[in-house]
């Protein structure tokens, strides 16, 4: 997965939220849209971090 605005992914548009919590929230959609009902994530630097304060 690309964050917003990273590699393959599009770039937001300057009016969208672009907020660590929001990345945070893209994660969490995903995994709900996927199914997923337990995942391990690593990560590293700010990534790795925010991450962790997924529900």
Sequence with gaps: ?????????????????LSMERLVKDVAELLDHLGCKSVHIAGI???GTSLSTLP
Excluded: C, F, T
């Excluded at 599009?10 to 939220?17: D, K, N, R, V």
């Design 45 to 47: 630097r700010p990534a």
């Design 1 to 17: 997965m690309d964050l917003r605005g990273h590699v393959s992914s599009e770039i937001p548009s300057p009016q969208s939220e």
